[in-house]
């Protein structure tokens, strides 16, 4: 790799990763999106021969959950190999032909990277369990707090950073403590090592044509580190790195604080349910997984109107500086808006009906983040309660994530077009509603959320002033939501079952650009329960 040419007129290097900010990013799950042999759990053959599906959606760049080499102890994020993809999924040229067929269709592929714990199964700690000089791991001499007992010939104790089976890997402490002298500092030989592991584990695969990673637990490398600015400096040194190396490659984390990711290196951070109140003010209807370590109160998606986007709009304005010019204010990177994950709760939980949906999509691909969407979300899968703890799914007795992660709706066959495999082979059982949605019949309804959701992605495609970097005006934060992009376009959205009005002047000849029971008039605007709309405004602005 070269360094990137300077534009023509500044002189400066060309910004290859520009292409972010006008991504839409779709979240695959890969065991449970498509069945390419017949075994019952997905695959990396499968994923291939449904990126038109993606295509035709709009969708551009497309994250794998892990497809590393694994016991699949924590479904896949406990790695055992990190230069081999896992053999449910195929192989590492199964890989490379999905990021060719994807690039043919305008699609980059982003790998899962998890780089803060192996499995106990890798070979790394195997080796060091049994060689008291090895430092890739944090070891204590007595027990202490939730270092685990040693399985090898080694004494003392490791750390694990989630499961007992999930040694961390030592990337050294921000803080020395002279009671507990395994303590290294980040400059020891053992957290230099697994720095350089890191830009290892990532070349080799950006070599292969991935277009970057999503990084698990970015936040938590470095031990006793309250302010997280020793694991900031290690992911700007890894920035740095790919900039040289990879140049249009990016690095996506999982933190939930992107008022500290971006700034920390990373060109783009989610909000998540672990972190504020951002999601679940949103999205949270108190009807799925539930944990008494996450943030509760009423969401503003509730057809009793309960909530308000107050919440939301204070987290996102507290990005501040950190995010991109345009969306709020100067800075380096994206934030990125899911509407759910491998680890919470579907749009489509509880008592959320389709109906109410095509508001919730209204907001997420109008609003000056970047939109993510959960493999199934745009047919309005729903969450599936009551599942058994599959592949360490099961968090605590109101937490089991298998909810979330059910086999991909392609069809209505008994298979649902995800495998043809007996259904008590499939890695998780297929939602057992006999009304439960599919593709294929939502492609035939051109007034499904499916259709809905490809409409609202070319429009944001098609108007600038609607992406990331189109400027927002709150109007008001109630119900219903009403701002302006870009000073050109209406947006209104009322997620709530009774109509909502908001009155205000100057809004005459605003034109639909795509609607459901809304109407903008010169004195204000008018929205039925469930309705949205957005609007180009007349006048030099609106054109």
């Not at 890798?122 to 049994?130: E, G, N, V």
């Not at 990337?171 to 697994?194: I, K, L, M, S, T």
């Not at 499939?426 to 939502?442: E, H, K, N, S, T």
């Not at 000073?487 to 009155?503: E, I, K, M, T």
Request: glycine content about 12%.
């Amino acid at each position: 790799m070269t360094n990137p040419s300077p534009e023509p007129t500044t002189g400066r290097p060309a910004n290859r990763t520009a292409w972010l900010a006008d991504a839409v990013l779709y979240q695959i799950y890969p065991q449970t999106f498509a069945d390419s042999d017949g075994d019952g759990i997905g695959d990396l053959a499968g994923i291939t021969g449904h990126l038109d599906h993606l295509a035709w959606l709009g969708v551009d760049t497309v994250w794998l959950s892990p497809c590393f080499a694994s016991p699949f102890r924590d479904a896949g994020y406990d790695v055992c190999d990190y230069f081999s993809v896992a053999p449910r999924y195929g192989t590492r040229e199964d890989l490379a032909a999905l990021v060719d067929a994807a690039g043919r269709r305008g699609i980059r592929i982003l790998l899962d990277l998890v780089p803060g714990h192996t499995s106990d199964r890798h070979p790394w700690f195997l080796a060091a369990a049994d060689d008291p000089a090895d430092q890739r791991y944090i070891w204590a001499d007595r027990q202490s707090g939730r270092f685990v007992p040693s399985p090898g010939r080694r004494p003392g104790y490791y750390l694990p950073n989630f499961f007992d089976f999930q040694p961390a890997l030592n990337y050294g402490y921000a803080r020395g403590d002279e009671a507990e002298p395994w303590r290294q500092p980040v400059d020891a030989e053992g957290p230099q090592q697994n720095r350089a592991a890191l830009r290892e584990i990532m070349d080799h695969w950006l070599r292969t044509g991935v277009a970057g990673f999503r990084v698990d637990m970015a936040y938590s490398l470095v031990k006793d580190d309250p302010d997280r600015a020793e694991t900031a400096k290690l992911w700007r040194e890894q920035r740095a790195w790919l900039e040289r190396t990879h140049p249009g490659a990016v690095l996506i984390s999982e933190w939930g604080r992107p008022e500290l990711a971006l700034p920390a290196g990373f060109h783009a951070d989610f909000f998540l349910h672990f972190a504020g109140r951002a999601i679940t003010s949103l999205w949270d209807n108190g009807e799925g997984m539930a944990s008494a370590s996450w943030e509760s109160g009423p969401c503003y998606f509730d057809p009793l109107g309960r909530g308000s986007m107050a919440e939301f709009i204070a987290a996102w304005r507290a990005t501040g500086t950190a995010v991109e010019p345009g969306s709020g204010a100067p800075g380096p990177g994206h934030v990125i808006l899911p509407t759910a994950n491998h680890d919470y709760n579907r749009l489509a939980t509880g008592s959320r009906t389709p109906g109410q949906l095509g508001a919730a999509f209204a907001f997420l691909l109008t609003w000056p983040t970047l939109p993510a969407i959960y493999y199934g979300d745009e047919i309005g899968m729903r969450f599936v309660p009551g599942l058994p703890d599959k592949e360490g799914s099961l968090l605590e007795p109101t937490n089991n994530r298998a909810g979330s992660r059910t086999p991909m709706q392609w069809d209505g066959s008994p298979g649902a077009g995800f495998s043809t495999a007996a259904a008590d082979r499939f890695y998780q059982p297929l939602d057992p509603d006999p009304g439960r949605p599919d593709v294929a019949a939502q492609l035939a309804d051109p007034d499904s959320v499916l259709h809905l959701v490809r409409r609202l992605i070319a429009l944001r495609r098609a108007t600038p002033a609607l992406g990331s970097r189109g400027d927002v005006e709150v109007l008001h934060t109630g119900y219903p939501l009403v701002h302006l992009r870009g000073g050109s376009h209406l947006v209104v959205v009322n997620p709530r079952r009774q109509p909502a009005y908001f009155a205000h002047p100057g809004l005459a000849g605003a034109r639909a650009l795509e609607a459901r029971g809304v109407i903008v008039t010169a004195d204000g605007v008018s929205a039925e329960g469930f309705g949205y709309g957005i609007f180009e405004l007349p006048g030099p602005a609106g054109r």
